[in-house]
């Protein structure tokens, strides 16, 4: 069975930095795409940044690059997402995703981003 699960989330002033992780078991991690998607409070989900399976490859949404980077280790089957200057826009449930026959996320952490 996949599982994903989310950590890392929390409160933290505009310019502030937070590392969010996601745990994965059930599947072949590293044969696999991760990615990361939020949901604004009131919107719907926003694709944020990917990564393929070797970690070589990354895409990042235009309001993010530059501030957020997106990494795995597949020794440990973690996928992270280090979020630099962050600002109050950026707050929102987070949410590791990946497509395995079919899609799949885990239970998100919320990031709030305030003074």
């Known amino acids: 069975e996949v599982q994903l699960v989310e950590s890392g989330g929390g409160l933290v002033q505009p310019g502030g930095s937070l590392r969010l992780s996601c745990a994965a078991s059930?599947?072949?991690?590293?044969?696999?795409?991760m990615s990361w998607v939020r949901q604004p409070p009131g919107k719907g989900l926003e694709w944020v940044a990917a990564?393929?399976?070797?970690?070589?490859?990354?895409g990042y949404r235009d309001s993010v690059k530059g501030r957020f980077t997106i990494s795995r280790d597949n020794a440990k089957n973690t996928v992270y997402l280090q979020m630099n200057s962050l600002k109050p826009e950026d707050t929102a449930v987070y949410y590791c995703?990946?497509?395995?026959?079919?899609?799949?996320w885990g239970q998100g952490t919320q990031v709030t981003v305030s003074s």
């Open positions: 995703y990946v497509v395995v026959l079919k899609r799949y």
């Open positions: 059930g599947f072949t991690f590293s044969s696999y795409a």
């Open positions: 990564i393929g399976g070797l970690g070589t490859n990354t």
